[in-house]
């Protein structure tokens, strides 16, 4: 680029020279500085034309580049296109560096796209010649996908749970979450969210919170972010009860009852438990899908009842819930863990409580009315789940084992599609769980249940066990967003479910010695 100049006269002249000049006496300074303002001259160099333009064809788009400038007061560049044959421009103004992805075109199209430069001081070079180039389907994606919507910020205690509706495009990658304090200068970041939810922790009670989110395709197009919306988290300081030390029953001594993995208490059988093995390969038998009835009294062997004779691939959890039926209690088993290399491999089983009593001799009886409802995870994740509840409305709900201990949320809404037709789950919350801890056991989530009248909540880890309370009319989400107590632990065990009463909670270990346990309320 051509240099600037600007003239400066220095008054250094002695006498002959000032008369040679013409120049009489010297000026004073205040005369010398209006001079020399005047005779500064204004940047009137445009920078050079860019060169090196080129356009790679893509799919509804293209993909301009062009070499560097070597104006060191560049501003931006200025893109100006037609369709060939038409004399009517589209411009794009404010464009940086190279290179540029320009969607919207359409495919099979020949344009004509010229470039030119710009410095700070508004001067601007000519366009650079015409590159001609026709977007064609089989090039590169360069077409964003659309901006996310219906965004929805439900508030907790230190928490905002945001969701979204979900891109309908086949190749989006993942969404980026922006947010900060109402008005602040800073924004937060969440990064690489493939489903459209997002639990942030962490916020301050009564501080109003921004947040919007962007979507990105796998060839790395990103759409712009969305409208932003507004949310306060609320503080939540629920009555939290107290429940004494664990009782220990007597151990059931059931030689294949060696893995324990879920606990559901009778509602309308007095005194009767139901647990189930998880797969038992570890522990040197084979599982088979059999339920198996305890007393609530001692804890002492009910009896065996048979689904089928085939492998339990993996059963980790199991509860009592309502069903088609109006009065009658069903249970409900969860093949929701990935044991036996059969991740892909999920569903729900369902059946009518079978009579039992907490007198009877052990027995062995046939389960009639089973039913199986598979399912798929949003994203085509698959993850390891050892939690299942079932809501009074015959919601399910599946709390993911995450060693992080940033768990997910799943629900299989009621009603249930018809066995046998598959239903993808719904995301629908994050839970942390001691994040902080260096062991995995606390953090891990083994065992979930609810209580009769949807009261309350029980989720645990292998070390701790943690309750939440839920207000009438409140929703299942509403509740885990809330605070929660933490509660007396059973101990190392998976299994858990509350007594009919609400008066206690039990737990079941693994292994074929271990006793069932009842924590009291005081």
Same mark, same amino acid.
């Given at each position: 680029?051509?240099?600037?100049?600007?003239?400066?006269?220095?008054?250094?002249?002695?006498?002959?020279?000032?008369?040679?000049?013409?120049?009489?006496?010297?000026?004073?300074?205040?005369?010398?500085?209006?001079?020399?303002?005047?005779?500064?001259?204004?940047?009137?160099?445009?920078?050079?034309?860019?060169?090196?333009?080129?356009?790679?064809?893509?799919?509804?788009?293209?993909?301009?580049?062009?070499?560097?400038?070597?104006?060191?007061?560049?501003?931006?560049?200025?893109?100006?296109?037609?369709?060939?044959?038409?004399?009517?421009?589209?411009?794009?103004?404010?464009?940086?560096?190279?290179?540029?992805?320009?969607?919207?075109?359409?495919?099979?199209?020949?344009?004509?796209?010229?470039?030119?430069?710009?410095?700070?001081?508004?001067?601007?070079?000519?366009?650079?010649?015409?590159?001609?180039?026709?977007?064609?389907?089989?090039?590169?994606?360069?077409?964003?996908?659309?901006?996310?919507?219906?965004?929805?910020?439900?508030?907790?205690?230190?928490?905002?749970?945001?969701?979204?509706?979900?891109?309908?495009?086949?190749?989006?990658?993942?969404?980026?979450?922006?947010?900060?304090?109402?008005?602040?200068?800073?924004?937060?970041?969440?990064?690489?969210?493939?489903?459209?939810?997002?639990?942030?922790?962490?916020?301050?009670?009564?501080?109003?919170?921004?947040?919007?989110?962007?979507?990105?395709?796998?060839? @790395? #197009?990103?759409?712009?972010?969305?409208?932003?919306?507004?949310?306060? +988290?609320? &503080? $939540?300081?629920? !009555?939290? =009860? %107290?429940?004494?030390?664990?009782?220990?029953?007597?151990?059931?001594?059931?030689?294949?009852?060696?893995?324990?993995?879920?606990?559901?208490?009778?509602?309308?059988?007095?005194?009767?438990?139901?647990?189930?093995?998880?797969?038992?390969?570890?522990?040197?038998?084979?599982?088979?899908?059999?339920?198996?009835?305890?007393?609530?009294?001692?804890?002492?062997?009910?009896?065996?009842?048979?689904?089928?004779?085939?492998?339990?691939?993996?059963?980790?959890?199991?509860?009592?819930?309502?069903?088609?039926?109006?009065?009658?209690?069903?249970?409900?088993?969860?093949?929701?863990?990935?044991?036996? @290399? #059969?991740?892909?491999?999920?569903?729900?089983?369902?059946?009518?409580? +079978?009579? &039992? $009593?907490?007198? !009877?001799? =052990? %027995?062995?009886?046939?389960?009639?009315?089973?039913?199986?409802?598979?399912?798929?995870?949003?994203?085509?994740?698959?993850?390891?789940?050892?939690?299942?509840?079932?809501?009074?409305?015959?919601?399910?709900?599946?709390?993911?084992?995450?060693?992080?201990?940033?768990?997910?949320?799943?629900?299989?809404?009621?009603?249930?599609?018809?066995?046998?037709?598959?239903?993808?789950?719904?995301?629908?919350?994050?839970?942390?769980?001691?994040?902080?801890?260096?062991?995995?056991?606390?953090?891990?989530?083994?065992?979930?249940?609810?209580?009769?009248?949807?009261?309350?909540?029980?989720?645990?880890?292998?070390?701790?066990?943690?309750?939440?309370?839920?207000?009438?009319?409140?929703?299942?989400?509403?509740?885990?967003?809330?605070?929660?107590?933490?509660?007396?632990?059973?101990?190392?065990?998976?299994?858990?479910?509350?007594?009919?009463?609400?008066?206690?909670?039990?737990?079941?270990?693994?292994?074929?010695?271990?006793?069932?346990?009842?924590?009291?309320?005081?």
């Amino acid at each position: 680029m051509a240099p600037r100049w600007s003239s400066l006269i220095t008054w250094m002249c002695g006498p002959s020279l000032c008369l040679f000049l013409g120049c009489g006496a010297p000026p004073s300074p205040e005369e010398v500085a209006p001079t020399q303002a005047r005779q500064t001259l204004a940047d009137t160099e445009p920078p050079p034309v860019p060169t090196g333009l080129s356009v790679t064809a893509a799919n509804s788009g293209v993909i301009v580049t062009w070499d560097p400038n070597p104006a060191t007061d560049l501003k931006d560049h200025a893109l100006r296109y037609r369709v060939v044959g038409q004399t009517t421009y589209s411009y794009k103004w404010g464009v940086g560096q190279p290179p540029l992805t320009l969607a919207g075109l359409a495919n099979g199209v020949t344009y004509a796209f010229e470039l030119k430069a710009q410095d700070t001081s508004g001067n601007a070079s000519a366009y650079c010649a015409p590159v001609e180039a026709s977007p064609t389907p089989t090039g590169a994606d360069v077409t964003p996908p659309s901006v996310p919507s219906q965004l929805a910020a439900s508030p907790g205690d230190g928490v905002l749970l945001l969701s979204w509706t979900a891109n309908p495009e086949p190749d989006l990658r993942r969404y980026t979450v922006k947010y900060r304090v109402a008005g602040a200068a800073t924004y937060s970041y969440r990064y690489n969210l493939t489903q459209p939810l997002v639990t942030l922790t962490g916020l301050v009670n009564g501080t109003a919170y921004e947040l919007m989110v962007k979507a990105e395709d796998v060839s @790395g #197009n990103t759409s712009t972010y969305s409208p932003s919306v507004t949310a306060t +988290p609320v &503080a $939540s300081t629920p !009555q939290c =009860p %107290t429940f004494g030390a664990p009782v220990n029953l007597t151990p059931h001594n059931v030689s294949i009852l060696t893995d324990a993995s879920g606990l559901a208490a009778s509602r309308q059988q007095a005194n009767v438990v139901w647990t189930h093995n998880d797969r038992c390969g570890a522990s040197g038998g084979t599982c088979v899908e059999h339920v198996y009835a305890l007393s609530a009294v001692d804890g002492h062997f009910l009896g065996t009842y048979v689904l089928s004779n085939n492998l339990n691939l993996d059963w980790e959890d199991m509860a009592m819930g309502p069903g088609p039926v109006s009065g009658v209690d069903y249970l409900y088993v969860g093949r929701i863990g990935d044991n036996n @290399g #059969n991740p892909a491999v999920k569903e729900v089983v369902r059946f009518p409580e +079978p009579t &039992a $009593s907490a007198t !009877q001799t =052990p %027995t062995t009886v046939s389960v009639s009315g089973v039913e199986r409802f598979p399912f798929t995870y949003p994203g085509g994740v698959s993850p390891n789940a050892e939690a299942l509840f079932v809501d009074t409305q015959g919601d399910i709900y599946i709390v993911t084992k995450v060693p992080s201990g940033h768990s997910q949320v799943y629900r299989y809404s009621a009603p249930l599609n018809p066995p046998g037709v598959s239903r993808l789950l719904e995301l629908v919350a994050e839970l942390d769980f001691l994040p902080a801890s260096t062991a995995e056991e606390d953090r891990v989530v083994t065992g979930g249940a609810i209580s009769p009248d949807g009261g309350e909540i029980l989720l645990k880890t292998y070390t701790h066990t943690f309750l939440w309370k839920r207000q009438p009319r409140q929703g299942v989400v509403a509740a885990l967003l809330g605070g929660r107590c933490e509660v007396t632990n059973p101990g190392y065990s998976e299994a858990l479910t509350f007594a009919p009463g609400g008066g206690a909670f039990f737990s079941l270990g693994e292994g074929n010695t271990k006793a069932l346990k009842r924590v009291p309320r005081l």
